[in-house]
């Protein structure tokens, strides 16, 4: 399991992230860094723009309870397998959100910021495309659900194993090449 108790709440409620952020370091003297993502409701989506489409009034975001927060925690305790975490803290706001309200928080504490950028960019990556929520915008043109972006799930496959051993180990990648000569 973990060597720490995340903190990884679901709710309506809206927070202060510097708040999130203080907690995760307080009284904390092992932690050299500590990298966070703050995922912001825009007043436009990149696919209703090229469709034409009116600006983003409102977002409504659902999720699965329970299941959700599992999911999340799922995905840190695979993050601590990858890199030496000392802390991680989620927060994913649900209901209905407008332009420039904070949808999503994520911290992680490491002894060294390599493991902090990377958990960081891991778990937002993952919870974009795998935890259970379900996302409607609301346009002056009415209402439709979100699907998944391509450039989403792409930035999550880059995760895999083999991309992994290539975008660290690159000499590792030009080796194999090399051998299939």
Known sequence: MLPFEPTIRIQHKAFDAGKELHNLRARRTDI?????????CRDHNTATLQQGKHSVEAME?????????????????????RWPLQAAT?????????????????????????????????????????APFWKKE?????????DAHEADVAAMDRWSIQAASKRLLPELDIASKQNQK
Request: with cysteine; charged share 15%; proline share 2%.
């Open 61 to 81: 975001l659902e999720h699965y309870p329970g299941m959700t927060e599992q999911s999340i925690l799922r995905l840190v305790v695979e993050a601590q397998q």
């Open 138 to 146: 609301t346009t002056s043109q009415g209402m439709q659900w979100v």
């Open 90 to 130: 989620v927060i994913h706001r649900i209901g209905v959100l407008q332009p420039g309200d904070l949808i999503v928080f994520v911290a992680v504490a490491s002894a060294h910021r390599h493991a902090a950028f990377e958990a960081c960019a891991f778990l937002m990556d993952h919870i974009k495309t795998q």
């Open 32 to 40: 050299g860094a500590v990298a966070s993502f703050e995922g912001i």
